[in-house]
């Protein structure tokens, strides 16, 4: 029902736009999130953006660089990712929860099968 795409290789100081597009079921009143996993890492919270785009929510790792926005019409989600590091090589999901600005995973019931991103130096 989610479905991400948007990952791919990119250089150092590049940039990236991941989408999120939902489907099956309107998730215009969810709060929508954005975390990452990197290879023997646990999942980690990116951003969130609350479900009247009123607020939003960044890791402090990713302030300033990524921006979460998104399109509720289209029913799709964005982040947009800016002077990406090695370190943000990951694999990138998005989720769906009914609570209000959760950086907590187990906070959210629906995910996406993830896209890779992967930041050369």
């Known amino acids: 029902q989610l479905v991400e795409s948007g990952g791919g290789l990119v250089q150092a100081g590049g940039s990236l736009r991941l989408s999120c597009a939902a489907s099956?079921?309107?998730?215009?009143?969810?709060?929508m999130g954005w975390f990452r996993q990197a290879p023997g890492k646990e999942r980690e919270f990116v951003a969130a953006?609350?479900?009247?785009?009123?607020?939003?929510y960044y890791a402090d790792s990713v302030k300033g660089r990524f921006t979460i926005s998104r399109d509720n019409a289209k029913n799709t989600v964005y982040l947009q990712m800016n002077s990406l590091k090695p370190e943000d090589t990951a694999d990138y999901y998005c989720?769906?929860?009914?609570?209000?600005?959760?950086?907590?995973?187990?906070?959210?019931?629906?995910w996406g099968q993830g896209t890779q991103v992967t930041v050369s130096s």
């Open positions: 989720a769906a929860s009914v609570a209000s600005m959760s950086t907590t995973p187990s906070e959210y019931y629906y």
């Open positions: 099956g079921r309107t998730f215009s009143s969810y709060t």
């Open positions: 953006i609350s479900w009247n785009t009123r607020s939003t």
